[in-house]
């Protein structure tokens, strides 16, 4: 079976031998708009793989509420017209600290830096739903309902004008397209409505940052905010994207050429050791800023480390076998205690849920509870390559990575690190927990101490 990663390596060839970049709307590849979840589809097919597992439901009363309250912050922006230096579109998923919420990415990076009182955050919805209280670090903070909601609305409305106006060249898409990828019947309608979405949203983005007067804007995951960076782009307004997440290689999100029209100007990274191709951005826009949000949470919270407890690391494609690891080392090891720390999209099913029936020495960690807490709560870490696991490494806890049960958790990068260990069976347990020495990494290269004078220096 082939590899994830070779998988996307061919993905990258394909589109561009089947020059499927080449119709553009507004000077951006309307394959962009559309080539993750086909991507993903691709690589379910082949090998398995899923990012989602969690059902999404819909609260209607509050996506209502927060439409009609977006709306008129949305005017009240476009009649006011205050100046903002710099504008951010904060990550949708929210961490939470006791009874606030905020965004990991971007409010530590707030409160340490020049962007204090100069900055407008807009704050996209998670499945329909936004988090409050919300912790507010020296910034205007205003929900993106209303732009996010009208857009899809209007983007359904339109797409049949949308394929009347572009069907020749939506056809041709698919036709390539269909040559290497399994397409859905409704692709042409999804294809239209995506235009339209696309075509609304710039819209409305543009009418922001008209007002606002913005000289950059911050992004988290450039995927969430294509029509905003075309916008900017448009205006000559520099784009920042922030690193979210450990990437090692070939990704759905990243892979393909650097495309300016549409792709960040610069690219923050977390750590000088990710500095690399896999973002799909020129190594020379790429700049190490390291990671606020050690510093900023570490002030704030104070925690202690529980004995003998391990915190299992899963994500959506490997669920199955982190439960299979942790049963095997539950019963093996009934003096620790495990909590398997679940991907925000992840979820058990209800065969998965009745194996952890009766298990007194396993529970579900709170996912709604930020990770870096339940590092910092638990002794050991063991996981595959999920962030949460490099992340408990920079701050020098004991790391297993699984080597069996169908896992295979090396990674090329993984040699610079000092640290990790390989569990290769189950017996490995015992040895690791007893001679993995904890040491401080911190400065290491996965996530750097916050360098507030180069990220000062950035802004304009």
């Known amino acids: 079976m082939r590899s994830e990663n070779e998988i996307l390596k061919e993905i990258k060839i394909k589109e ?10 507004l000077g951006v590849a309307v394959w962009r708009l559309v080539r993750f979840p086909v991507r993903v589809n691709k690589i379910n097919k082949e090998i398995g793989f899923t990012n989602r597992t969690t059902k999404v439901r819909i609260p209607f009363r509050e996506v209502l509420f927060n439409y009609v309250t977006s709306f008129f912050q949305f005017i009240g922006i476009i009649l006011r017209r205050k ?28 409160a340490q830096s020049n962007l204090k009182s100069n900055t407008l955050v807009l704050q996209r919805n998670l499945s329909g739903k936004q988090f409050s209280p919300r912790y507010n670090e020296d910034a205007d903070y205003k929900i993106s309902d209303f732009i996010d909601y009208t857009s899809k609305l209007i983007g359904v409305l339109i797409a049949p004008v949308i394929y009347i106006i572009y069907g020749k060249k939506i056809h041709k898409l698919v036709k390539d397209a269909s040559m290497y990828f399994s397409l859905s019947k409704k692709i042409r309608s999804i294809i239209s409505y995506k235009i339209g979405e696309f075509l609304i949203h710039y819209f409305f983005s543009s009418l922001i940052l008209k007002a606002i007067g913005a000289r950059q804007i911050f992004v988290v995951d450039r995927i969430v905010f294509l029509p905003f960076i075309r916008a900017a782009k448009v205006k000559n307004i520099e784009v920042l994207e922030l690193q979210h997440g450990i990437t090692h290689s070939e990704t759905v999100l990243y892979t393909g050429d650097y495309q300016p029209e549409i792709d960040p100007d610069i690219f923050l990274n977390f750590g000088v050791k990710w500095i690399g191709e896999q973002f799909s951005i020129p190594i020379k826009k790429q700049v190490n800023i390291g990671w606020a949000y050690n510093s900023w949470l570490l002030v704030k919270a104070d925690i202690e480390v529980n004995q003998k407890t391990v915190l299992m690391v899963s994500s959506p494609a490997i669920t199955d076998k982190i439960l299979k690891t942790t049963l095997e080392l539950a019963e093996q090891y009934s003096t620790y205690s495990f909590s398997i720390r679940l991907h925000p999209q992840e979820a058990l099913s209800s065969a998965q849920q009745k194996q952890l029936h009766n298990r007194k020495n396993i ?3 709170n996912k709604n509870i930020d990770s870096l807490i339940s590092v910092l709560k638990h002794e050991v870490i063991i996981g595959e390559n999920s962030s949460v696991v490099y992340e408990a490494l920079s701050l020098g806890k004991k790391i297993g990575k699984i080597m069996f049960n169908g896992l295979d958790s090396k990674k090329k990068l993984d040699s610079k690190f000092e640290g990790l260990k390989y569990l290769y069976g189950i017996k490995d347990f015992s040895f690791f927990v007893s001679n993995a020495s904890k040491k401080n990494i911190s400065s290491s290269g996965i996530y750097d101490t916050f360098d507030k004078k180069k990220f000062n220096k950035l802004l304009k």
């Not at 561009?16 to 709307?25: H, V």
């Not at 949708?92 to 707030?110: A, M, N, V």
């Open 16 to 25: 561009k031998s089947l020059n499927l970049y080449s119709f553009k709307i």
């Open 83 to 110: 100046k903002y230096k710099y504008l951010v579109l904060a990550f949708p998923r929210l961490s939470q600290q006791d009874e606030g919420y905020f965004d990991k990415f971007t409010d530590p990076l707030i």
């Open 363 to 365: 529970v579900l960690d």
